[in-house]
């Protein structure tokens, strides 16, 4: 039963990891949007103990589908707030920190599960131990139950891509909130191209990215 476990987390988790980019190397792909933010404004810092990415990634067998979700802690981060809106931030998740949450009751398979995720086999950690979502603009929504719409750049093993989320954004009393809609992303536009066996199913190209931030006003 372990067996099978394992070898159902593995390509879903595999799915799921696909922000990483590298503090060593400069993105390769000239396909990310321009910068048209600025740090004009008040300064906040990323709360790292309470923001995160949390992922869900899915494979499907011949008769049936399944998934698995988890957590990415943020390294590091910084917002800058101007006339009370949200102007700019940029947001570096540790890759380190990836972890599964479906199998947190499972420490011998979820220590396997991470250490070969790490490994050279697929994300390569240790050369790329970051992930990073850079805002480049920020537009006000008028329709749906977000209340802006966040255009950025989302780097992964050193290729940037321009993505676009819906998320909610609050700023009040010292403190900038940040929530995205969960968003589906192509891991193989990243470099994550991966497969297990057929006979142990297909694993997905999309992977669910919904970030979630707090930063306070720097004093």
């Known amino acids: 039963m372990k067996k099978k476990l394992f070898s159902l987390a593995i390509p879903a988790l595999l799915v799921t990891a696909v922000m990483v980019s590298c503090k ?5 792909t000239s396909e990310s949007n321009e910068v048209t933010t600025t740090k004009d404004g008040n300064q906040f810092t990323v709360d790292t103990l309470n923001s995160r990415v949390e992922w869900k990634g899915y494979k499907i067998f011949k008769s049936e589908s399944t998934s698995h979700f988890g957590t990415i802690k943020f390294e590091s981060g ?3 707030v101007k006339e009370g809106k949200l102007e700019s931030g940029k947001f570096v998740a540790d890759m380190n920190s990836l972890t599964s949450v479906d ?3 499972d420490a011998d398979q979820l220590a396997k599960l991470n250490g070969h995720l790490k490994s050279g086999d697929f994300f390569e950690v ?20 977000y209340n802006t719409l966040l255009d950025g750049n989302l780097t992964i093993k050193g290729i940037s891509k321009p993505v676009q989320f819906k998320a909610n954004v609050s700023v009040k009393d010292g403190e900038v909130s940040v929530a995205t809609e969960p968003k589906d992303i192509k891991r193989e536009e990243f470099g994550v ?4 066996p057929a006979e142990n199913g297909v694993i997905k190209d999309e992977v669910t990215l919904q970030i979630n931030v ?6």
């Open 24 to 28: 060593k190397d400069k993105p390769v």
């Open 78 to 80: 910084d917002v800058t």
């Open 103 to 105: 199998l947190k009751d």
């Open 126 to 145: 240790e050369k790329f131990p970051t992930a990073s979502f850079e805002i480049t603009k920020v537009t006000p929504a008028t329709e749906g139950d």
């Open 193 to 196: 191209k991966f497969q297990a």
């Open 214 to 219: 707090k930063a306070l006003e720097k004093k």
